[in-house]
């Protein structure tokens, strides 16, 4: 990371420095502009208070969501890509997707910060300013990506990270339950709630193209039965049992850890879901990207108790290990169709647009991998009709790209 003395940082921190001012009522110099590594149509940078009422901290992280280049069109959402986005020429609406990311970032950090300090999932709120797309942060400080850690050659220590993981998911499931009607209504006061919920438009749409799109490019028939399976998973994301705060977007790029724990960040897509669904994306690596690390059963398993430990005093049901592998396994069903609908086809310009990091694998291993987690864990759960399926679909990749 190095410091920054383009115009457009001049111009973020010069925003971050009225909105302060009006905020707190006296001047706020900001310095030493750092750039954080933003997504593109975003500018993430940590300063240094120079001028500092004493409500302040000594650094900050300001980010502000900016209007989509074309380049950056491409990438768009990391986890939900644009044909979510699509107008009615097929072209993505730059500015509604900036707006509606915006502002569900905003509520999501609102939501958050309300939180009791040790229940927050990452950094507080400290000012936000919704015309100028703006949002002033605590500084988490150094702090190293999970992909980091994913790597090391300690298998141990591997571990160790990946229950940590699923551990900060539980606990932020847990301090969230039940509070979904203060989430609405934040997102009512700002407008969000009249925009629908994309992701779960978006799910509900690409889902049943899949048994198409497995015959086209594989041929391969898919059972009437896992159909209704993955159909009925589409309820997880605008409903389900077991609803808590979830980020939406719990790719590597997003969580890293410092001295206080694994911490997420990007709440752009931030909302309520089946809490079922955070646990399956860490199980079937992060599908919203390509990427891949090694997940033996036995590490799925102490993620699995690591995260069941933490909700099942909120939802007395997770306890029957039977019924949750059931359910992990829909969840993953799901997430393994839609990562399949986003990178099997040729797409070059969406598979370009994925961001890169140490995890990064070619999509042939991303994808053939995410099959066969889902069969192991199908198998495990007594799921043969899901189990058959996702066998029968590995082999058919490998076959593709041997």
């Known amino acids: 990371m190095t410091a920054l003395l383009a115009d457009p940082v001049s111009e973020v921190v010069a925003a971050a420095e009225q909105l302060l001012e009006r905020r707190t009522g006296a001047p706020v110099t900001l310095v030493d502009p750092v750039d954080l590594g933003g997504s593109g149509r975003t500018v993430v940078l940590r300063v240094r208070c120079a001028e500092n009422p004493f409500s302040l901290p000594r650094t900050l992280v300001i980010k502000q969501v900016r209007e989509l280049s074309e380049a950056a069109e491409a990438r768009s959402v990391a986890v939900y890509h644009e044909d979510t986005f699509a107008g009615g020429d097929g072209r993505l609406v730059s500015g509604e997707i900036a707006d509606a990311a915006f502002l569900r970032e905003a509520v999501s950090y609102q939501f958050a910060t309300a939180l009791a300090t040790e229940n927050r999932p990452g950094p507080a709120l400290i000012a936000y300013d919704l ?111 077991f609803r808590a705060f979830s980020p939406s977007d719990l790719c590597p790029d997003n969580i890293i850890v410092n001295d206080e724990g694994v911490r997420f960040l990007d709440y752009e897509w931030g909302g309520f879901r089946d ?67 986003w990178f099997l086809p040729e797409d070059h310009a969406r598979i370009a647009a994925v961001r890169e990091h140490q995890l990064s694998v070619p999509r042939s291993k991303a994808l053939t991998g995410r099959w066969k987690a889902l069969a192991r864990a199908a198998e495990r759960a007594n799921s043969a009709a899901v189990a058959a399926h996702a066998r029968e679909t590995a082999a058919a990749l490998e076959n593709l790209w041997p």
């Open 131 to 241: 015309s100028a797309r703006l949002l002033v942060l605590t500084d988490l400080g150094d702090a190293m990506p999970i992909a980091d850690l994913l790597v090391r050659p300690d298998e141990a220590a591997v571990t160790n990270s990946l229950m940590a993981l699923a551990q900060a998911i539980g606990r932020m499931h847990a301090a969230t339950v039940g509070r979904e009607e203060d989430f609405t209504a934040l997102l009512r006061r700002t407008g969000v709630a009249t925009r629908g919920n994309l992701v779960a438009e978006q799910v509900a749409s690409r889902i049943p193209q899949v048994p198409e799109m497995l015959e086209r490019e594989l041929g391969i028939t898919v059972d009437p039965a896992v159909v209704e399976i993955a159909e009925r998973t589409v309820r997880l994301f605008d409903g389900g049992r």
């Open 275 to 341: 809490a079922t669904l955070d646990i399956a994306y860490a199980l079937i690596s992060f599908p919203g990207c390509l990427c891949k690390f090694e997940l033996t059963d036995e590490r799925s398993a102490a993620m699995v108790e690591a995260w069941q430990a933490e909700v099942v005093g909120m939802w007395p049901q997770l306890a029957d290990d039977g019924m949750l592998a059931t359910r992990l396994v829909e969840a993953q069903l799901a997430w393994v169709w839609l990562s399949t609908y």
